[in-house]
């Protein structure tokens, strides 16, 4: 355990050092083309290495556009946050604790009610998601039409059809990155609405929840995993806080203790 | 057989389920609804293992083997 915490963090300060103007971090399906995305995006501005403490390999990148230098981090490919693996395990950490300036989830055309599921569980930690709908040159020759500017409508953030493997819709990528990051449009991102026994769970300990955090956190998503009662991510919650906790703020350690009651 | 809720592990090859319920707990369960197996989604036996076991399931646009001990707990309803 004690392994995995320091890697993540060792991790983070690699990045920390050496990050640019922006950190972005890549999520997807297997099989979505994530990583031609990355590389068509990066060129060979990149390395692979593994994750310290566990044998995820991941990719970091960096490119340019208007004046930024933008770092990309490749996560591994995974169906859910929800953690029933070292990947997902590592993905979501690093959506959750590694505060990327935006996260981009591609998504295949092809198959897009399967691949929402990780664009809403994205969308549940942060707000700076944008939906990238990768391969709709196959979705094309299966006759599938979508409706791009509905479905960005429907989920409340940009959505940015490409065909990666022929650069095809990168450039507007690109662009909608920059103006998540640096125009801070504040996005919208539709909200799960859970049924009412679990949303009225989320309301007696949400309130609670965000005093503690003081906003370091998204509140709505902590709630939701003290009732998951997933051991691993209360586990993390609690090392970041920790973390955070250094200049000994009494309300944080609170928090810590909530989390560890919950846990 | 229309109506009758059976097992996935039992729905011949080429056939076509509705799926009614996932009945486990826990980690598994949750692994089950990420690859797409939520009530009402249609599930189709593609081709069977050599040894019977896993099976290739369609599910939502991709091909998913699961092995008999968790097809044992989807349960589901013919539709062709």
Redesign the interface.
């Known amino acids: 355990m004690k392994s995995q915490v320091t890697g993540l963090q060792e991790f983070l300060e690699g990045i920390e050092e050496n990050k640019g103007d922006a950190v972005i971090a890549l999520a997807g399906n297997p099989n979505t083309g994530k990583s031609t995305v990355f590389n068509s995006l990066t060129g060979l501005n990149q390395h692979t290495g593994n994750w310290p403490g566990k044998t995820v390999v991941f990719a970091k990148g960096t490119y340019r556009y208007k004046k930024k230098n933008i770092t990309l981090v490749d996560l591994p490919g995974t169906y859910s946050l929800l953690a029933n693996s070292t990947d997902e395990q590592v993905a979501r950490d690093f959506i959750c604790f590694g505060k990327p300036d935006a996260t981009v989830v591609v998504v295949d055309a092809t198959c897009l009610e399967r691949n929402l599921n990780l664009a809403l569980q994205v969308m549940e930690i942060t707000p700076q998601t944008i939906l990238c709908v990768n391969l709709i040159d196959e979705a094309k020759r299966k006759k599938m039409t979508i409706d791009f500017s509905k479905l960005a409508d429907l989920l409340g953030v940009p959505v940015i059809p490409t065909v990666a493997r022929d650069k095809v819709g990168l450039q507007d990528l690109k662009e909608s990155i920059h103006r998540v990051v640096f125009e801070k449009k504040p996005l919208q991102p539709r909200r799960i609405v859970y049924n009412k026994v679990i949303e009225s769970a989320i309301e007696k300990i949400q309130k609670e929840v965000e005093a503690l955090l003081q906003g370091s956190l998204n509140s709505r998503w902590v709630a939701l995993r003290l009732l998951d009662g997933d051991p691993t991510i209360i586990r993390e919650i609690f090392n970041y806080l920790q973390r955070m906790d250094q200049g000994v703020r009494p309300s944080k350690t609170r928090a810590l203790k909530v989390v560890e009651d919950y846990g | 057989m229309f109506d009758q809720v059976f097992a996935l592990t039992y729905l011949p090859m080429g056939r076509k389920a509705q799926v009614v319920k996932v009945e486990t707990e826990g980690?598994i369960r949750?692994?089950l609804l990420?690859?797409?197996l939520v009530p009402s989604t249609i599930v189709e036996a593609i081709r069977k293992s050599p040894a019977g076991d896993p099976i290739a399931y369609k599910?939502?646009?991709?091909v998913i083997a699961l092995r008999s001990e968790e097809s044992r707990q989807i349960q589901v309803r013919a539709v062709d």
């Not at chain 2, 599910?59 to 991709?62: D, N």
């Open positions: 980690l949750n692994r990420d690859l797409g599910i939502r646009g991709a």
